[in-house]
């Protein structure tokens, strides 16, 4: 069995699930985002075992959501301007996504539930807690994940060390912050991958 990369930088999508769209505009249904889980460094929001199936049977609006994961997505190097965090910051621009536009779809923008497993379940949590997020959801569900988990969170300064130490295995060898962004910057993507050894079978 062969191994291959899979992934895309461009990867900021979401999905819409819907038994049907309204004939009334009045007649909305309440919507559920799941945010997918991965340890912050895998996963996906088309996902088949995290799917909508069951949940569209409950005449719910189902919405996945993307976000930039391990360094792309939570790399922190303060004096490069990169204060961290993105990869919730895409989470956000999600959420803003979906109180625009999902009574387009028959969602009631007034009744968002918010809810994910392991690194979404700590996604939920921080969401509760981030004033960012404020009015964008009603509702949260932190399945086996917690944003109090050891894992879940970091200081700064270990997330920049970790960079650091990402970079010397990319041969990255920076002075500085501002350094090492322009060597990531000039890194192909696939550079990341093989240091974080995530791969997907054939």
């Known amino acids: 069995m062969s191994q291959k990369k899979e992934g895309d930088e461009n990867c900021l999508f979401l999905n819409v699930f819907t038994n049907k769209l309204p004939e009334d505009p009045n007649d909305l249904k309440a919507v559920m985002v799941w945010i997918h ?64 536009n999902i009574a387009k779809f028959g969602g009631d923008p007034n009744r968002v539930t918010i809810f994910g497993q392991s690194a ?11 004033p960012m997020s404020t009015g964008l959801f009603h509702g949260a569900i932190s399945q086996s994940g917690t944003g109090l988990a ?3 969170y970091a200081e700064p300064e270990y997330i920049r060390g ?32 093989d240091v974080f050894g995530y791969e997907v079978p054939d």
């Open 37 to 100: 889980g991965g340890a912050f460094v895998a996963g996906s929001a088309t996902s088949v075992m995290f799917g909508p199936d069951h949940l569209l049977t409950e005449d719910i609006v189902f919405v996945s959501i993307n976000y930039r994961l391990g360094i792309l997505g939570f790399l922190s190097l303060p004096g490069a301007g990169i204060p961290g965090n993105n990869g919730m910051k895409d989470q956000v621009m999600a959420l803003r996504w979906v109180q625009k």
């Open 120 to 130: 979404g379940g700590a996604s939920a949590h921080f969401h509760l807690l981030s």
């Open 150 to 152: 050891s894992w879940a």
């Open 162 to 193: 970790a960079a650091f130490k990402i970079g010397a295995k990319i041969r990255c060898d920076a002075a500085d912050d501002k350094e090492l962004l322009q060597c990531f910057r000039e890194t192909p993507a696939t550079d990341f991958v």
